[in-house]
């Protein structure tokens, strides 16, 4: 499901099909004119000073609030607001006074707040009350002048952004639509501008029940930790359940990766302290930080302290040491770095440093210090040198609940949660079906085996999973491969965790995951543990199959 169908749900009086179908019809009407729309609005925005284009940049790159904006801007965040009003005002009597339709009735004054066009300008800017919705909707259903004014405004509000992001990543092209902080109006805009788009009234329905099934997604997930140490005892089983702890997080040392929105991740190294207050935002207060976005609607923001990195379908690393020293590197794609509301562009490949002068200074990119974080992912395991015994599972499976141990059963399971599906494996043969069933923890399969003198040496794991199209996961729920080491006494000594297979993935098709894992001193058996996080629901089921581990021979004497 996409992101804007998603928002639609949220529409409150937008969802009747008599205002999408009218808001459809002046879409299709305008449609003809976006290109010379956006041609007109860069000839307009050519005309704006410079403080006028920095509000922009705040409100539109950087996706702040008004409020938000008036702290850097000293000012009050009603004034921002109307300012913000005005410049679309403005903006758009330009932009029709290009286009020669001189007909056409400039926008009402900022404090005519009771008009059309005013109510139109707040929705779109996220910020209209559900009363005023509901007399917004009315004007649209009786007055298609009003619904063509309202389409308008809306292609303006996304040129804005896709224009003025466009001028901050150095002529990286943008998606016009590109994703918000999830705004209610900048979601139900990006639908308004589909032509004809009506949303089944089924999807809604199931929005509705999903929403009502208490199946909130935090805005970021752990995706994948190695050796991960927190500092607060209870962040790990939070993150590791599907949550997210709230406020600062402390991660002393290891590497933990994040699911963040529309396809996104980030990796940090620890020491490090952040937070993650939303799925386009990531707040680093210190340590090493790596950020991937790999889809034209991911657009992470990076938070230092001073300096803000932001950029579209670019990778960047960043690190923040005490006070305000940072380093932002561009590994793909161009990022521009904001110090005191000035940007600075760094190409691909660049990078620059901004120490106690508050001053960004090209330097070179060497990424030494990021290495954990840019390690590529271990090769597959070839099926000759499995370590793993019977990793079809054609064996039978022991669902005894009795924790694995060298020498024993070579699959053990939880308790009623694991059974065999036989003919469901990759290649028909049988498969480990784990099932969810209310369970709070992390219902699994395992096997242990001991291990030689392996310490430096790294481990490489690797699992497929499916989710069945009639017990699909939803909400929180993933699979998770796991490694554990494990001293002479039984203690859990370091290890390595990948979540896969999520709510969106395709159904009826089994997925790889892959994990590498340096072995410890003192490890003397290793546990792979093949789990469904089952978030307490009591429904989802994930089948395991082709189970693989091995690590290389040891070097030449």
Same mark, same amino acid.
């Given at each position: ?23 459809? =019809? !002046?879409? $299709?009407? @305008? ?9 007109? /609005? &860069? #000839?307009? %925005? ?97 007055? =298609? !002048?009003? $619904?063509? @004014? ?9 040129? /804005? &952004? #896709?224009? %003025? ?98 396809? !996104?991740? $980030? ?12 799925? &386009? ?277």
């Amino acid at each position: 499901m996409t992101e804007a169908a998603e928002g639609w749900g949220d529409g409150l009086p937008f969802r009747d099909a008599e205002v999408l179908s009218i808001l459809a =019809a !002046a879409r $299709a009407e @305008a449609a003809s004119e976006i290109p010379r729309r956006q041609m007109a /609005l &860069r #000839a307009c %925005l050519q005309k704006i000073d410079g403080r006028t284009r920095r509000v922009l940049i705040l409100r539109y790159v950087q996706e702040r609030s008004a409020a938000e904006i008036a702290t850097r801007m000293k000012t009050s965040g009603d004034g921002i607001r109307r300012q913000l009003f005005r410049i679309r005002a403005a903006l758009a009597t330009c932009i029709e006074a290009g286009l020669g339709n001189t007909g056409i009735a400039p926008a009402a004054d900022a404090a005519s707040a009771d008009t059309p066009a005013a109510l139109s300008d707040r929705y779109l800017d996220g910020g209209l009350p559900p009363e005023d919705e509901k007399r917004l909707a009315a004007w649209l259903r009786e007055d =298609a !002048a009003h $619904a063509r @004014a309202f389409v308008r405004l809306a292609i303006l509000h996304d040129q /804005l &952004r #896709a224009t %003025l992001r466009e001028e901050v990543s150095g002529g990286v092209p943008l998606e016009a639509a590109a994703a918000g902080r999830g705004a209610r109006g900048g979601r139900l805009r990006r639908v308004a501008l589909v032509a004809g788009m009506l949303i089944p009234a089924s999807i809604a329905a199931l929005l509705l029940a999903r929403r009502n099934a208490g199946l909130a997604v935090p805005p970021a997930m752990l995706a994948a930790a190695t050796d991960a140490c927190w500092s607060d005892p209870g962040a790990d089983r939070i993150l590791r359940g599907g949550g997210l702890p709230p406020g600062r997080i402390r991660l002393p040392s290891g590497v933990a990766e994040f699911r963040l929105g529309a396809g !996104a991740s $980030a990796a940090v190294l620890g020491p490090a302290e952040f937070e993650i207050p939303g799925p &386009r935002r990531f707040v680093l207060r210190r340590g090493r930080l790596l950020v991937r976005n790999r889809s034209k609607d991911a657009r992470v923001v990076v938070e230092t302290p001073g300096v803000t990195l932001a950029g579209l379908e670019a990778d960047l690393a960043v690190a923040a040491g005490p006070g305000l020293h940072v380093f932002a590197a561009s590994l793909r794609g161009a990022i521009v770095a904001t110090v005191d509301d000035e940007p600075t562009f760094v190409d691909a490949g660049g990078a620059v440093r901004v120490g106690d002068d508050r001053r960004p200074i090209p330097v070179p990119p060497r990424l030494d210090d990021f290495a954990p974080l840019l390690a590529l992912p271990p090769a597959d395991v070839d099926p000759a040198v499995n370590r793993l015994l019977d990793p079809g599972f054609e064996y039978g499976l022991d669902p005894d609940g009795e924790a694995p141990r060298p020498g024993g059963p070579a699959w053990r399971g939880t308790p009623g949660h694991v059974d065999l599906a036989a003919g469901a494996g990759v290649n028909g043969s049988a498969a480990a079906r784990v099932r969810a069933r209310g369970s709070n923890a992390w219902p699994q399969i395992a096997q242990a085996i001991g291990i030689g003198p392996l310490h430096g040496r790294t481990v490489i794991a690797s699992i497929r999973a499916l989710q069945p199209a009639d017990d699909p996961l939803r909400g929180v729920q993933c699979a998770v491969l796991r490694v554990v080491f494990r001293d002479a006494a039984g203690g859990e000594i370091g290890g390595a965790e990948r979540r896969f297979l999520w709510e969106d993935d395709p159904v009826g098709r089994f997925l790889p995951a892959r994990l590498a894992a340096r072995a410890p001193e003192k490890a003397t058996a290793i546990h792979v543990q093949a789990m469904l996080n089952a978030g307490g629901l009591g429904t989802g089921t994930v089948l395991f199959d082709d189970a693989r581990l091995a690590w290389p021979p040891p070097p030449p004497r």
